[in-house]
Structure formats: C-alpha cells, structure tokens
C-alpha cells in the first residue's frame, strides 16, 4: 500500500510562492497519473493539477485546473518517488490544505495534507 506525505506547505503573501513536496513509500508511483488536490473550509476537496506519462509522446503531460493555470506548475521524480508543485502568484483563494494522490484518487491513499495559507 503506497503511503504518501506532503510538505512544503506555509504561510505566505499574496504574490508569493511556495513549492509543495509528495514523497511516496511503500510503493512507486510507476506510472500512475498523480495529482494535487485542496481542501477548504465549507468546501469539498477539489482537483488542483495532475501529471500523466504519455508512452506515445515519451513525456509528461500535465493538466491543471483553470484557477491555477498559469500560475502553478506540477512536476515528478520518478527516481526519488516524489511529486511537486510549484506555486507562483499565490492568491488568498488559494489557501487551504493541499493532498497529493493519484489520479483519480484512491480513497485509501489520502495523507495528512500540508496546510498553505495566502494572507490578504
């Protein structure tokens, strides 16, 4: 069963950034497609960014939800098992707790989350 831990998450001004980790143990990510996703308060957790390994192209592709795009970016490791995002221009919305699991989610994978705060 593939454990999975998020970090780099913190306090931050808006227009600031921040680059959340995912480090798997327990099994590999392989192939799999991974994603970020957020929770707020009042809200149910939402799709954040997810990256995909193309055999024909060779190469990731990654996909985002239209309120990030632009401003944030998803990328992987396979050697080290470990997933990123990278957060640029950070806006007050964009707080909340951030997960990382596959995509679609296992319900048996959810970690603890990092917890990323914008101020105003």
């Known amino acids: 069963q593939v454990q999975l831990v998020e970090s780099g998450g913190g306090l931050v001004q808006a227009g600031g950034s921040l680059r959340l980790s995912c480090a798997a143990s327990?099994?590999?990510?392989?192939?799999?497609?991974m994603g970020w996703f957020r929770q707020t308060p009042g809200k149910e957790r939402e799709f954040v960014a997810g990256?995909?390994?193309?055999?024909?192209?060779?190469?990731?592709?990654?996909m985002y939800a239209d309120s990030v795009k632009g401003r944030f970016t998803i990328s992987r490791d396979n050697a080290k098992n470990t997933v990123y995002l990278q957060m640029n221009r950070l806006k007050p919305e964009d707080t909340g707790v951030y997960y990382c699991?596959?995509?679609?989610?296992?319900?048996?994978?959810w970690g603890q989350g990092t917890q990323v705060t914008v101020s105003s």
């Open positions: 327990g099994r590999t990510f392989g192939s799999a497609t």
């Open positions: 990256i995909s390994w193309s055999v024909l192209l060779s190469g990731e592709i990654p």
């Open positions: 699991n596959t995509q679609p989610p296992r319900n048996d994978a």
